[in-house]
């Protein structure tokens, strides 16, 4: 072991004057701990002393100064301090004294002093005095207090290095802490960068990811001089291309300029943490450049960075999408919060482009799935073409992307949607002799002081991307607040958290109205069950605004979950009346629930659960829906009419193929759409469709009803062309649902069985 190595490791070794008054009284307590031991072992010494290898008298037991040995022990000089002298000494001072001496040795060799034990001027003389056996007899509590020290030391340079470790987990645990809190990627980057900077002592941090156009820095004040734009690209060409497959912390060495008095150019070192992506590529690094102190990087400085580039990791891998590379929902809502703070006056704004490629649904159903996705990609790829510097793309979800272009105008955001979209017309999908071209639709909105608060500009971008979908797709559309689609999006948006909130309090009102057979031979009542909504001064919410933001934000599918087990509900609290009266209830089902894989297995349970007669059930589908989803529609309507339930098909007539599909379904009833009832008394063309509708049903022996019938001249013409059944405010008005299963209780009790108890009129 050479010099310098024992001088670093070896505990008795002093380093500073505090150090070694530490070290000595240190020794002086152990000593004193073993001072009843030493005089057990030799009852015949006068005392003990131990000197330490600077001859200095650490401790006496007799607590005296005694300048007879102090002289003594001086003089020996290298004896004590060369540890392959004689390990006992034994000489007679001038007084008469006889010492016998060990040496005390820390571990299994370092010599860190000398024990004395001191004995009466004729204890030495004595033909019983044997120094062999006496220091046979001392040594094994020499070699005890020897060891002590050494695990003292050892424990104490553990006491050490645990604080220090200690002092490195409370950084790591604020960093993960700060890390994990945010919700703003953003900030838990530069949190990380800022605070592993200050902790090493950095005067420049930097983390840089090119491709998706990270930078972050940290400056101490030091280098606030320093060209930062030079040591960025310094750090980029010519750093991050050393870290090319590694994922380990390193150290490099930067030499410095002659001559050159920038803080920067006098030499430092810099520590390097690869920021590895999904696919184990360096795409990034965090690099830690020259330390205010001057002192080299340490193995510890590694794993401790090597932990905060693995947080680094996690907060790009939450904030990023990993198909495209892109920035994700939250990490670009994280950007707008960033980039609203850049925003200086009234004056000043950005721009958002939103996208949503038109046709991907039918790339996915011609071609597959992960055709899709590679349409995908291509289309990320083609966004970020000639990218401008103060633009960031993020891809919202499934085939919604943004850019966020910062300090620019509406024209600037034109000019680089219109460039996108013409390079969208490459975007067309081949596979074998089949191909199809992708368009886009485009929604631009500006981002300023005020629309940026809240993520209002965002929600605007997106209604103007849905204006121009609405208006034709493959256009491009700018945001204008008095565009009457975008109002009806934002009164829509209004409706969705209030139809959200009546969802989860059951607060909707369900009523009845009923449906009277005209032609005499049907005399169980029948109703239809219909959903109202108040807003919050209990104002009636207009039925078609509830059910336009219903469907356009997909809550139809909850809705009529609802509004199917609330009925059901009522109805089993009422089973005697329902059974007894024969009654049937018909129920409206949306296009979006007959689509819902899952609509037929609720439905089963809640009729198997409540006992309730299928046949009190008509579920009511409407022809449009029923045709988009044709297979389902069929699987629907044979399995409800096989358990019992009747399936009527509504607004039949509206489409321009009605009759051609009217043979695929199994239905009980006919539901002539409203446009022809309620003009038919002046319109022969309406009378005409009704009266074909009408003829069709009977052929297929089906019933047919007349909804909207207000007037008893339009009643009397339905029944004259042979209509079965007829709905409106003419035959009845709607009532709550729980008033008229009342009425039907009260009327049960005044009416023989089989006896129509609720009027026709």
Same mark, same amino acid.
């Given at each position: 072991?050479?010099?310098?190595? $024992? ?22 307590? #152990? ?42 022990? #001086? ?26 001496? =060990? ?31 006496? #220091? ?17 030391? @050892? ?36 949190? +990380? ?57 390193? $150290? ?5 300029? &002659? ?12 520590? +390097?943490?690869?920021? $590895? ?61 960033? !980039? ?12 958002? %482009? ?16 992960? /055709? ?31 850019? +966020? ?8 955001? =034109? ?6 979209? &013409? ?11 089949? !191909? ?8 631009? /909105? ?53 139809? @959200?909130?009546?969802?989860?309090? *059951? ?5 009845? @109205? ?72 018909? %129920? ?44 389902? /529609? ?29 043979? *695929? ?21 309406? &009378? ?14 089906? *019933? ?9 001249? $339009? ?15 003419? %035959? ?30």
């Amino acid at each position: 072991m050479n010099a310098a190595a $024992v001088a670093h490791t070896e505990p008795w070794a002093p380093e500073s004057a505090l150090a070694a008054d530490v070290e000595k009284l240190a020794y002086r307590k #152990a000593f004193a701990t073993a001072k009843d031991l030493l005089c057990s072992l030799l009852p015949r010494a006068e005392c003990f002393c131990f000197y330490d290898r600077e001859a200095y008298c650490v401790w006496n037991s007799e607590d005296n100064d005694d300048f007879e040995i102090d002289t003594f022990v #001086a003089g020996l000089g290298a004896e004590i301090l060369n540890e392959r002298s004689e390990e006992k000494i034994k000489r007679t001072l001038g007084s008469g004294r006889t010492l016998l001496g =060990l040496q005390v040795r820390s571990g299994e060799s370092a010599v860190i002093g000398l024990l004395l034990a001191v004995f009466s001027k004729n204890a030495g003389k004595s033909s019983s005095f044997n120094p062999d056996a006496l #220091a046979a007899m001392l040594a094994p509590a020499v070699d005890t207090i020897g060891q002590g020290f050494f695990l003292n030391r @050892q424990l104490e340079n553990a006491f050490e290095r645990v604080q220090a470790i200690e002092d490195e987990l409370q950084l790591v645990y604020a960093v993960d802490e700060k890390v994990h809190g945010t919700s703003h990627s953003h900030a838990g980057l530069a949190h +990380l960068v800022g605070q592993s900077g200050r902790f090493l002592g950095i005067s420049y941090s930097l983390l840089v990811i090119p491709s998706k156009r990270i930078r972050i820095s940290a400056t101490h004040s030091s280098w606030k001089e320093v060209h930062k734009g030079v040591l960025d690209r310094y750090v980029v060409d010519h750093l991050l291309p050393k870290l090319e497959g590694s994922h380990k912390p390193a $150290v490099f060495d930067i030499p410095g300029i &002659e001559g050159s008095e920038n803080a920067a150019a006098q030499g430092f070192q810099t520590l +390097l943490t690869p920021i $590895v992506d999904r696919h184990d590529n360096v795409e990034g690094v965090i690099a830690q450049l020259g330390r205010v102190e001057d002192r080299p990087f340490t193995k510890s400085d590694r794993r401790f960075m090597s932990h905060v580039g693995r947080k680094a990791e996690y907060l790009i891998e939450r904030s990023f999408d990993a198909m495209t590379g892109h920035m994700n929902r939250a990490g670009f809502e994280a950007q707008l919060v960033e !980039s609203y703070r850049t925003l200086e006056s009234d004056e000043d704004a950005h721009q958002i %482009i939103y996208f949503d490629l038109d046709n991907l649904q039918l790339v996915n159903d011609t071609f597959g799935r992960s /055709a899709g996705d590679e349409v995908i990609k291509r289309f990320a790829r083609l966004l970020e073409q000639d990218l401008p510097r103060s633009a960031v793309i993020s891809r919202l979800t499934g085939d919604d992307f943004c850019i +966020l272009l910062t300090h620019a105008n509406a024209d600037d955001a =034109l000019k680089l949607a219109e460039t996108a979209r &013409e390079e969208g017309k490459k975007l067309r999908y081949l596979e074998g002799d089949k !191909s199809l071209q992708v368009t886009m639709s485009v929604g631009i /909105a500006e981002f300023d002081l005020e629309s940026g608060k809240d993520g209002k500009a965002l929600t605007n971008a997106r209604m103007t991307c849905e204006a121009a979908k609405d208006h034709g797709r493959d256009r491009i559309e700018v945001y204008d607040d008095t565009d009457q689609s975008i109002i009806r999006r934002h009164d829509d948006m209004q409706l969705v958290s209030q139809i @959200q909130q009546m969802l989860d309090a *059951n607060e909707f009102r369900l009523l009845a @109205q009923p449906i009277a057979c005209i032609n005499g031979g049907d005399i169980r009542p029948r109703f239809e069950v219909l959903l109202r909504m108040k807003d919050g001064d209990g104002v009636n919410i207009p039925t078609a605004a509830f059910f336009s933001a219903a469907e356009r934000y997909q809550l139809m599918p909850q809705v009529d979950r609802w509004v199917l087990s609330t009925t059901i509900s009522k109805l089993t609290r009422k089973l005697e009346v329902v059974r007894k009266s024969n009654a049937v209830f018909a %129920i409206n089902l949306s296009g979006q629930s007959l689509g819902d894989d899952g609509i037929l297995e609720f439905i089963e349970f809640e009729l198997e659960e409540s006992k309730l007669p299928p046949e009190s059930l008509c579920f009511e589908i409407t022809e449009s829906a029923a045709v988009s989803n044709l297979r389902k /529609a069929q699987a629907f309507i044979d399995t409800l009419r096989d358990r019992g339930c009747s399936i009527s098909l509504d607004d039949f007539g509206a489409g321009l193929s009605s009759f051609a599909y009217l043979k *695929n379904f199994n239905v009980d009833t006919l539901k002539i759409d409203g446009s022809f009832i309620r003009d038919i008394a002046e319109n022969r063309i309406s &009378e005409s469709m009704v009266a074909a509708i009408t003829q069709v049903a009977k052929v297929m022996e089906l *019933n047919t009803v007349a909804e909207y019938v207000e007037s008893d001249q $339009v009643r009397e013409l339905i029944t004259k062309i042979g209509v079965d059944f007829a709905q409106g405010h003419g %035959i009845g008005k709607p009532v709550e649902i729980d008033k008229v299963l009342a009425i039907l209780k009260r009327r049960l009790k005044q009416a023989p069985q089989n006896v129509a108890v609720f009027p026709a009129s």
